[in-house]
């Protein structure tokens, strides 16, 4: 007999019976995070193959530079504006709510700040793109330099001979479908992976931290809510016609994956399978537009460090005037591009916007409580509008096909 109950349902029954689990008994978590982690690991190894395979073979679709180019520029056009209307979004509810004016929170003990504290430059956004040992960056995960040898390396294929031109075209396109194979299995294993994840998340953070922590979780809450239901699908359904909440029903298994695992990149590999065969999005733009966006393009992370550094400037008592608010977007956004798709990396970001507006770093300290539940929110924000980005330029390259599955 087969099996009856649809994946996404058995995903949701996942996500509540491992958040209950955790909750109600704790003692066995220690268990159920080995199941979480294998998960967690058979998402991680597809990534680097997948993003490689999926870009390289996403040029050569294409078939010219001048047609990578065109899809590019769209690409990041949408990037940057939905960035900044998730900061806006969120600037405007921080400074009207005021979380932090009703707060009394102190840093908790055993909080190690400076740890937390990242060296970044911002010209390391622009060094750290080319590799110095490809096999290294693989290695080590480091997703900017795989794309841009991708890029370049698909770029030239197309520069080569026939032969050698049709034979790595093949090489490359079969490669990414073994890719995509191993996906579909991984897939099979969701709901107990995200029950397990569930499971371990609240039982180790448990509920109590957000007595403290209500005004300021409710605030980038309420933004990502506002960016997520009505923004993106505004935005999705003004450009394409398309049903934005059809849209969002086809995609909820990625969107519950990237909820529970925290991480754009581990979810890739589904959202690059969902929006292909749910949606109809053609190989050659999810191959290309979801890669790049999962670890560029971060608007629930956008929107939250704008809200947290507000917060933490109102929990001091520090004003900060327009200026120091336009520093706070702009940094955001350069800090959402810069942050790894991976769980956490946006509070370890925090940093380099506490810094520029010259507020204590201690004030990471005073939100790094409900962190770990806002991550999974923004996370699934990310990769929605990484899904949004896709549909919308698949839209623009070909509107006559777009989306046979809406
Ligand atoms: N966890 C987020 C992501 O993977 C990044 C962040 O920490 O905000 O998209």
């Known amino acids: 007999m087969k099996n009856k109950i ?56 294409s078939k010219d530079a001048a047609s990578v180019g065109r899809m590019s520029f769209k690409t990041f ?31 908790p003990e055993g909080v190690d700040v400076q ?51 049709d034979f790595l075209t093949e090489f490359f396109e079969s490669f990414y479908s073994l890719m995509m194979k191993i996906t579909e299995f991984v897939i099979l294993l969701a ?28 605030t980038v809450l309420s933004g990502l809510i506002i960016h997520f239901f009505i923004t993106l699908p505004f935005l999705g359904y003004v450009i394409t016609g398309k049903n934005p909440y059809a849209f969002m029903k086809k995609m909820i298994t990625p969107l519950l994956t990237a909820f529970s695992t925290s991480s754009s990149s ?9 929006l292909q065969e ?9 191959g290309f537009v979801l890669p790049l966006g999962a670890t560029i393009n971060m608007d629930g992370t956008a929107l939250y460090e704008c809200v947290a550094v507000i917060y933490i400037a109102q929990c001091y008592g520090i004003h900060l005037t327009f200026s120091q608010q336009a520093v706070v977007v702009i940094t955001s956004l350069l800090v ?48 929605f509008s990484d899904s949004t980005g896709a549909l919308i330029i698949s839209y623009l390259e070909d509107k006559d096909n777009c989306c046979p599955g809406l």
């Open 6 to 61: 649809p994946l996404h349902v058995q995903i949701i029954i996942g996500v509540v019976l491992g958040s209950l689990g955790g909750v109600l008994f704790p003692q066995f978590s220690g268990f159920v995070k080995i199941f979480a982690q294998l998960f967690l690991k058979l998402l991680k190894m597809l990534v680097i193959p997948l993003i490689f395979t999926s870009l390289v073979s996403g040029v050569l679709y």
């Open 77 to 107: 056009v949408y990037y940057i504006i939905t960035s900044l209307l998730a900061i806006l979004t969120g600037q405007i509810l921080v400074n009207i709510l005021k979380p932090g004016v009703k707060a009394s929170v102190k840093i």
């Open 115 to 165: 740890h937390l504290a990242t060296n970044f430059s911002y010209s390391d956004i622009f060094t750290r793109i080319v590799p110095d040992n490809i096999f290294q960056s693989m290695a080590k995960g480091e997703v900017l330099p795989v794309i841009f040898f991708a890029l370049i390396t698909g770029f030239f294929i197309l520069k080569l001979k026939t032969e050698h031109k």
């Open 191 to 218: 709901p107990y992976g995200i029950f397990a994840l569930l499971y371990k998340t609240t039982a180790e953070s448990g509920l109590s931290v957000f007595k403290t922590l209500f005004f300021y979780f409710f």
């Open 266 to 274: 581990a979810t890739l590999p589904l959202t690059i399978k969902y």
């Open 278 to 286: 749910n949606v109809g999005v053609p190989n050659r733009i999810a």
């Open 336 to 383: 959402s591009i810069g942050a790894a798709g991976i769980p956490m990396a946006g509070l370890v970001m925090m940093s380099i916007i506490l810094k520029a507006v010259g507020l204590p770093l201690e004030g990471i300290g005073l939100i790094i409580a409900v962190d770990r539940f806002l991550d999974m929110f923004r996370t699934a924000t990310n990769v």
